[in-house]
């Protein structure tokens, strides 16, 4: 499971196919808690691929053993990807608050420093 995670990070097409692969042979394989690491890689895998970032932060949430360290890495990545279309989305700006929960900050001044550096700004309180 680690070994997609990193592909994951290293953004390599044939390294993530590989290791697609070799997951779903072990998942039935392997004992319960295996399993549930290498599916909640392949879910990862699944929310990357489909851009899907309200899945990726549930499952940053909620990732097994130390699969979390590896996903830090790509927290950053994701949250650039996903900021423009919270902004067309929520027009003129996104709330604060909501980009907090939809992106997984800390709290809305996190939130707020990270649209600001983007250009996005938003509303205190939203």
């Given amino acids: 499971a680690y070994g997609l995670l990193y592909a994951l990070v290293r953004g390599d097409g044939g390294s993530i196919n590989a290791e697609l692969q070799w997951v779903r042979r072990t998942i039935a394989c392997r004992r319960p808690s ?4 290498c599916a909640h890689a392949v ?3 699944g929310a990357l691929a489909t851009d899907n ?3 990726f932060f549930a499952l ?12 830090d890495h790509l927290v950053h990545r994701v949250r650039v990807m ?3 279309r919270l902004e ?4 003129p700006r996104p709330p604060a608050g909501f980009v907090r929960e939809a992106l997984g900050f800390a709290d809305d001044g996190e939130a707020e420093k990270f ?3 983007r250009g996005a700004g938003a509303r205190k309180n939203g």
């Fill in 115 to 117: 649209m600001e550096e």
């Fill in 88 to 91: 067309a989305s929520y027009r």
């Fill in 43 to 45: 879910a990862v895998a």
């Fill in 53 to 55: 970032y309200r899945r």
């Fill in 82 to 84: 996903a900021l423009p």
């Fill in 60 to 71: 940053y949430g909620r990732a097994p053993h130390l699969s979390g360290y590896i996903m």
């Fill in 34 to 37: 295996d399993a549930r690491a």
